[in-house]
């Protein structure tokens, strides 16, 4: 299946039903007192985490979403049903964006988490609300409210303990598949990666960790060049990130200014993923004699002014890998491993009706004080065809 990890797509609540006038008419009571119903409010708009899904890709095709509206309201009092919420389900690491007012509206990390994205709109209020002591016939009602509609960036961003990241070929790959049972394809061109991988390494019964490929970046990636650059997100939420180093590169080039641009392309793309714990790993270190393998190191620690964890490893003959897997679960676990725990704090996402049935009700509350304003015009009567308010009077017999 094809991997998809962003999606803009239209959210829609439902609309509140309209609230109705109307008149108790039997047999023996021709003239009733008002009994017209409310409307039943809209359908919420949800996003739930599924752990079965692992890309945004039915999110492509469609996109534009609606929940059910609220039926209006009936007489003999009867309240209009509510429309039915509307669940869409996207795969667990989705952060949810406003994209007209760029706020991150939540981040799904948890199996059947579930965030309301589009509030329904309110119902409206039939004409027995409105009655009182001075207008026993009111011909007043409210319609619905429209439910609330956003245009929605759906942002996939894998959850992953450790994430690799470096030049292409630099044996990203080929380092997951030595210290896990992931698959990525592995060759000896550039750009071999096209989409991230996922690998879980096994320390024991009780001990494991997720880590991440992406693919390589080159220089200028951080301006849209490559491929790797529109991955960078994946590795927002690792906790651990692996600086890939290839101390015999292909084409020749040198190994610090490759450290270099790898350095300058994470700055560029985000301060914060820079500022991440990150471990410098030299790859491929069994092509090259042992004090030729420390000039490089040597020259890279130099250029980076380096003071961090160094380790030196050959992906390929699984020299080192074991020690490294060892030496990255050893520090998670002095990591916090909740999510949460290192979250920023975000303030509370604002809706567009968060007070409308506020408004509503005192609106309600206040009918006695609009009726007494009227209460010279003979409202209490309902023997006239003339709409005293401009509502239309419906006759229930």
């Not at 017209?36 to 492509?60: F, K």
């Not at 450790?162 to 210290?179: C, M």
């Not at 968060?354 to 009227?374: F, G, I, L, R």
């Amino acid at each position: 299946m094809k991997f998809v990890d962003e999606a803009r797509i239209f959210v829609e609540a439902g609309k509140g039903g309209n609230g109705i006038v109307s008149f108790r008419r039997e047999k023996y009571i021709p003239r009733g007192g008002p009994d017209g119903g409310d409307g039943g409010d809209g359908g919420d708009l949800y996003l739930q985490a599924d752990e079965n899904l692992n890309t945004l890709i039915d999110y492509q095709f469609e996109r534009s979403f609606q929940a059910q509206h609220g039926e209006n309201g009936q007489s003999r009092d009867c309240t209009g049903r509510r429309g039915d919420d509307l669940v869409l389900y996207v795969p667990v690491g989705t952060r949810i964006r406003d994209e007209d007012t760029n706020e991150i509206v939540g981040d799904l990390t948890r199996h059947e988490q579930k965030i309301l994205v589009a509030k329904s709109g309110f119902h409206g209020l039939g004409n027995a609300r409105f009655k009182s002591s001075t207008n026993r016939a009111p011909r007043h009602k409210t319609n619905g409210t429209p439910g609330e509609s956003r245009h929605v960036l759906l942002e996939l961003m894998l959850l992953a303990d450790v994430g690799l990241l470096g030049l292409p070929n630099a044996g990203k790959s080929t380092f997951i598949r030595s210290v896990s049972s992931a698959k990525p394809k592995v060759a000896d061109y550039p750009f071999t990666t096209l989409v991230p991988n996922l690998g879980v390494v096994r320390l024991g019964s009780a001990s494991s960790f997720v880590i991440a490929d992406i693919p390589g970046l080159i220089e200028g990636a951080s301006e849209g060049a490559g491929l790797g650059v529109q991955f960078l997100k994946h590795l927002e939420r690792c906790r651990i990130l692996l600086h890939m180093v290839d101390v015999m590169p292909a084409d020749l080039s040198d190994p610090a200014e490759n450290a270099i641009t790898i350095i300058n392309e994470l700055h560029a793309h985000s301060p914060e993923l820079a500022d991440k714990p990150r471990w410098l790993i030299f790859n491929k270190s069994d092509l090259m004699l042992e004090d030729e393998l420390d000039e490089v190191i040597e020259s890279v620690t130099e250029a980076l002014e380096w003071d961090g964890p160094i380790f030196k490893i050959s992906a390929s003959e699984r020299k080192g890998t074991l020690e490294l897997a060892q030496a990255i679960g050893e520090l998670l676990e002095q990591m916090p491993r909740d999510l949460e725990e290192t979250a920023e704090i975000r303030e509370e996402v604002e809706f567009q009706w968060d007070d409308h049935h506020k408004q509503q009700m005192e609106e309600v509350e206040s009918a006695d004080d609009w009726n007494d304003e009227y209460e010279g015009d003979d409202d209490d009567d309902d023997w006239d065809d003339d709409d005293d308010h401009g509502v239309e009077i419906i006759y229930q017999k």
